[in-house]
């Protein structure tokens, strides 16, 4: 049984998410020359942040290739050429062998879907990335010291009791936080994700593909934002 393509490309994002996360920790522990051990604490709440997030994103990509499509049909060179010559024949055998038009980027198109995209979705997505981490990190304290605090109990605290609770977060210091490091998040996100958004809307067609390219790309950003939601 086949799943929808939203359902396909949010469970590709969240393995993506929990390797990038991962890898991060990985990363650390090299840098630190420590052992590896995995706290699956940060590892959840990047997974659970792509579960609430691919698919209004998936929608997003919809909603911009819909309304500003990123081929057009154009006819070919040889038709161009048979219709200068008046040659019914050639154009009618061409239609016959489906060469009469082919499909052609639009740039207008293209460059519209990038700027709405690095702009209105970037900011949108930067924000709600530090609002929900910053408080999901809040809601899942763990003192040190206390029972299942260390990374090797990680496991052990998710299934534990009042795990998750919202009620210790400080929602104003969550958003004074998100505000703080939303620029800096932004500008870093304007030297990578362009090129993607580039290579998505003018070489990848459907919505799927373009959803994989970008959790491709987005376990080294996934390994950035970790690193960076640690400290």
């Known amino acids: 049984m086949a799943f929808p393509p939203i359902v396909t490309a949010t469970i590709q994002s969240a393995v993506l998410a929990a390797t990038s996360n991962i890898l ?13 051990v995995i706290d699956w604490v940060p590892v959840f709440q990047f997974v659970v942040f792509t579960l609430v997030s691919v698919p209004p994103n998936f929608l997003w990509q919809e909603f911009l290739e819909s309304s500003f499509p990123a081929y057009h049909a154009a006819p070919t060179s040889a038709a161009v050429a048979s219709a200068a010559a008046s040659d019914e024949k050639a154009l009618e055998q061409e239609e016959a062998d489906g060469k009469l038009v082919e499909p052609k980027l ?34 899942m304290v763990r003192p040190p010291g206390t029972p299942l605090s260390s990374p090797d109990k990680s496991a052990r605290y998710l299934f534990s009791r009042g795990a998750i609770d919202y009620g210790k977060v400080d929602w104003k210091a969550v958003v004074a936080r998100s505000r703080a490091e939303f620029y800096p998040i932004l500008v870093a996100g304007w030297k990578v994700w362009p090129v993607v958004s580039l290579i998505n809307f003018a070489f990848i067609k459907s919505i799927e593909g373009r959803n994989l390219v970008g959790g491709l790309a987005g376990v080294g950003w996934g390994i950035y934002m970790s690193l960076l939601a640690a400290r």
């Open 106 to 139: 639009n740039i207008a198109n293209t460059a519209i879907k990038m700027l709405l995209d690095q702009t209105v979705g970037a900011a949108v997505n930067t924000f709600l990335f530090s609002l929900f981490m910053h408080s999901i990190q809040a809601a």
């Open 24 to 36: 991060a920790q990985s990363l650390t522990a090299y840098q630190n020359e420590t052992p590896l």
